[in-house]
């Protein structure tokens, strides 16, 4: 291409940008965002009616905070990412209302108001995570500027996981993964590092995914990858374990390693992978319930959870959980006029059991619909997107967010046992929400490049 | 790549659809057999919201719920508390312990049966809160509060019923006040549970259907005595060998009468006089002549060996196969290995009293919705057939001489014709004597059958005899019933 018609070819697309053209996807986010913001206020007067039995002035200060921010990113977004995907930031709008609704209604009932209130934390990182979100959409205007970066996010994300091991910045807490900062707040780094290491894999893959899909040896059908390929899937998974050993982390470590595995099939196409995967997660998961005394804690909580030896002490949250989500039934309980708050952790890990009391099966199904329509919308990008670093990353962060929810409501259900993941933008957790608004972010910039690009004609 | 990722999104919808089918079966499927599940909390706490049904005897109400401010928002208070505790039982939701009719109709009480259920959807549609039913017994206040008046002072029980089985007065002595048990004080209750079961009189027992049984003595004279005339091989007036002595089939052991004598002049005597007079060897020579399957057979068919459900539970009163002549002969005069409640011994007299059919006994009239929409009655149904009308005539009138010109004379009221038995039973060699009175008034048509038992020889030791204790007592309850 000549210097004249690349030229011509920049002056016509910022022609093409002057004109008025209608923003289909922005006005039906638009439309989205206004249902989402009347949910939002809905829940929020149904916990104030269902508790107090009045709707109070405090209303506006829950919903009306959280309703701003994203109209500013709705905003930037027609400005700056015309064409993103219209559902993403919607869905996020909804979710994350409706865990500060059920939040603040654990906080009626135990009675905490102000700056003891988890549901004003919730609101504040919730600001911060949107926040963060808009940043990272102004600012990332060319989403392969992080193919640029690979090993540096591979990097960030180990030190990020290593950062509670700190002495002076590690918390005491149950799993060593939080971080406090002046005494002031506490913040959990693995959650940034999820997004860094998913960075880092969809980097790596495509710089090695022709040694990785190439010739091995054939057996049962399956091509099977060459020892030394092995390497780096080995180092991946000593990794997780380590994560699981040291951080007592046990949700982290399962979902590094199934990320990695999906990116890994999606990046070379060898079902030989994912077995191997699988028999190393399985293989993992035996030696750990036999050698660690808290995860084989776990397992038996799952196996046997309403044994009378173990369900007044350690499987109690969890049947407590279970028991909520049977006294809501189909229809639900009401919100406020449920008891989520027998169970302890009501606002973090049992934030699902607790909506799903008040909410019921209908709620429930409801919230399961949005976390698969908003993973959808990633692995759609994948699908359409052009270049592989893209594709990968979107499907790498979409996969990511739908293991999340199915390690998280299948502990809590008893599919699988339970691990100490949070429940993406319901749970109380600052951390964790902010990832999870960089995710909505970073699909946004995915999917606006996706389909901004004219696609190539061949022919 | 498409392909893997089509491939991807496949096991993605796996995941959810694993999460759908999870959730389904906890918040539907099993949803009941949870909220049934002893463990769950909020299925106590929501039980703690209803307000609970009243139970009601005439027209006086003896427990009822007032709103309590506290977790368990409701204190149950009972009236009368002693004189009740036997029927009514109590319940303590801090403890989760209840006895008594609060338990046998706790449902009910509660709202939870399944004949409430529509009720139970109409009051969730109008937004109003849970409501038990309302129970309204059988018992009358004024016999329960002769029987208990009566009782005072004493260790025993006595049950009041109509020969169709509806009771009409439950007491036992000592007694205790079920409000104390019924506080939401947890360390309070304890208190005053421990000192209940340490006290060497066992307040806490329900003598009248349960407890520690005692033997009926002569009492079960009337059983023999149905059996013989229902063998078809005896009348009233059958006469029976008269000696003073007797010795027990097999063994050198003698039987006496109560007066160590004969049993009136003769060398034999008929029935009749016999349980007039209420001897004890031509009771035991007769048990062994009837053998302990016809005796058994026919103390059956009273209720022996049986549980009632009045709805709370009744101990079974016990006369069991026997093999060995001695105890059967034992058996005769009610000693040995028979044992019996109060309520049973009423139900013998109540079948006499009602032509012969024994029925089964009861103590709640109907239950009431809380609107007062609906009124379920209960209705008294029969047991079994103990004899034949005209047997049963037969019995009456022995035992109207009985009380007339026999054994039971205490309980005579002037005007009215009482048929009665008394009973003197011994325990162990040197126990003192458990004292009873049976019987009914008045006997052509009878409005109250009675039993009253008096454990620990009402102080007289082994001096005491139901005629002089047990009687007079029996006699202030039908005063009282009849007089009114």
């Known amino acids: 291409m000549t210097a004249d018609t690349a030229a011509s070819d920049t002056s016509m697309l910022t022609a093409l940008r002057r004109l008025r053209m209608p923003q289909t996807q922005r006005n039906r986010e638009l439309g989205l965002l206004l249902f989402a913001f009347a949910i939002n206020a809905g829940a929020i007067a149904l916990v104030q009616w269902g508790t107090n039995g009045v709707i109070d002035g405090s209303f506006l200060y829950y919903c009306g905070g959280l309703s701003a921010l994203v109209l500013v990113l709705h905003i930037v977004l027609r400005i700056r990412a015309r064409d993103a995907d219209p559902f993403v930031v919607p869905i996020a709008t909804v979710l994350t209302g409706l865990g500060i609704a059920m939040i603040y209604r654990l906080d009626i009932a135990e009675e905490l108001t102000g700056w003891g209130a988890y549901s004003t934390r919730q609101l504040v990182w919730a600001a911060i995570a949107i926040t963060a979100a808009i940043v990272v959409v102004i600012f990332l205007r060319n989403y392969r500027v992080l193919f640029r970066y690979t090993y540096l996010f591979g990097l960030a994300g180990l030190l990020l996981l290593l950062l509670p091991f700190v002495p002076g910045l590690g918390t005491d807490a149950n799993a060593d993964v939080w971080v406090q900062v002046g005494g002031l707040f506490s913040f959990q780094p693995g959650e940034i590092a999820k997004i860094a290491l998913a960075i880092f894999f969809a980097g790596y893959l495509v710089r090695t995914r022709e040694s990785l899909a190439s010739v091995g040896t054939r057996f049962a059908g399956m091509t099977w990858p060459r020892a030394r390929e092995l390497g780096p899937v080995l180092v991946v998974w000593l990794a997780s374990l380590g994560i699981i050993v040291l951080q007592r982390d046990l949700g982290t470590g399962l979902l590094l390693f199934g990320m990695f595995v999906a990116m890994i099939y999606v990046a070379t196409g060898k079902t030989s992978w994912v077995i191997i995967g699988v028999t190393m997660i399985v293989a993992g998961a035996f030696v750990a319930s036999r050698f660690l005394p808290y995860v084989s804690a776990r397992f038996d909580n799952w196996l046997d959870a309403f044994n009378p030896d173990l369900i007044d002490n350690s499987s109690m949250q969890l049947v407590s959980g279970i028991f909520g989500l049977a006294e809501g039934g189909v229809l639900g309980t009401g919100l406020g006029r449920g008891r989520p708050d027998l169970t302890p952790l009501a606002e973090s890990d049992y934030i699902f059991p607790s909506l799903g009391e008040e909410l019921g099966l209908v709620g429930v199904f409801a919230i399961l619909c949005l976390y698969m329509v908003f993973t959808s919308r990633g692995i759609r990008i994948g699908i359409a997107g052009q270049d592989d670093f893209g594709k990968l990353l979107a499907t790498g962060l979409s996969f990511m967010l739908a293991l999340q929810v199915f390690i998280m409501v299948g502990g809590v259900t008893r599919v699988i046992p339970l691990t100490g993941l949070t429940t993406p933008f319901l749970a109380a957790g600052g951390s964790s929400l902010v990832a999870n608004w960089v995710i909505v972010a970073l699909l946004l910039r995915v999917s606006d490049a996706v389909r901004s690009r004219p696609r190539v004609v061949i022919g | ?484």
């Open chain 2, 1 to 484: 790549m498409t392909k893997e990722l089509r491939r991807l999104s496949i096991v993605m919808l796996v995941m959810f659809l694993a999460l759908f089918g999870s959730t389904s079966y906890i918040q539907a499927i099993h949803a009941d057999a949870l909220h049934e599940n002893p463990h769950n909390r909020r299925a106590l706490y929501d039980s703690f919201e209803v307000q609970r049904g009243s139970i009601l005897a005439g027209d006086a109400v003896i427990a009822t719920s007032v709103p309590s401010g506290d977790l368990y928002s409701w204190q149950r208070t009972y009236a009368d508390a002693p004189m009740w505790a036997p029927v009514t039982g109590y319940i303590n939701p801090v403890l989760a312990s209840v006895t008594g009719l609060e338990q046998a109709m706790n449902s009910e009480l509660s709202g939870t049966s399944s004949t409430q259920l529509l009720s139970r959807l109409e009051r969730v549609i109008s937004g109003q809160p849970p409501r038990g039913s309302n129970v309204v017994l059988t018992l009358d206040p004024v016999a329960q509060r002769a029987a208990y008046d009566a009782l005072q002072g004493y260790q025993g029980a006595i049950v009041a019923m109509r020969p169709t089985g509806e009771i009409l007065a439950m007491v036992t002595s000592p007694s205790f006040d079920t409000n104390t048990l019924a506080s939401h004080d947890t360390d309070a209750v304890e208190t005053a549970y421990q000192q209940l079961v340490d006290d060497p009189a066992n307040p806490l027992y329900n003598r009248a259907i349960g407890g520690d049984l005692n033997p009926p003595g002569s009492t079960f004279k009337l059983v023999v005595a149905a059996a013989a005339l229902a063998s078809g091989q005896y009348t009233p007036d059958s006469m029976i060998p008269n000696p003073a002595t007797w010795p027990l089939p097999g063994s050198n052991s003698l039987v006496y009468n109560s007066d160590n004598g004969t049993c009136g002049p003769g060398a034999s005597v008929s029935i009749a006089d016999a349980l007039r007079l209420s001897c004890n060897i031509p009771f035991a020579q007769l048990a062994v002549a009837l053998g302990n399957d016809a005796i058994r057979a026919q103390a059956e068919k009273f209720g022996f060996n049986t549980s009632f459900e009045l709805p709370i539970e009744s101990a079974p009163s016990s006369y069991p196969r026997l093999s060995d002549d001695a105890r059967v002969a034992l058996s005769g005069f009610g000693q040995g290995d028979v044992t019996a409640t109060p309520l049973q011994i009423a139900m013998v007299s109540a079948a006499i009293a009602n032509g012969g059919v024994t029925m089964n006994p009861r103590m709640v009239e109907a239950v009431v919705a809380p609107d007062l929409s609906s009124r379920t009655e209960v209705e008294s149904t029969q047991f079994q057939r103990a004899m034949e009308a005209n047997i049963a005539a037969q019995m009456t009138a022995m035992m109207v001489r009985d009380v007339s010109d026999g054994a039971a004379s205490g309980a005579t009221i002037e005007g009215i014709d009482v048929a009665g038995k008394t009973g003197t039973a011994e325990r162990g060699e040197d126990d003192p004597y458990t004292v009873w009175f049976t019987g009914f008034a008045p006997a052509a048509s009878p409005e109250i059958v009675i039993a009253v038992m008096i454990e620990d020889g009402g102080g007289m030791g082994q001096q005491a005899t139901g005629n002089e204790i047990a009687a007079p007592i029996a006699k202030k309850v039908i005063e009282a019933v009849l007089g009114r």
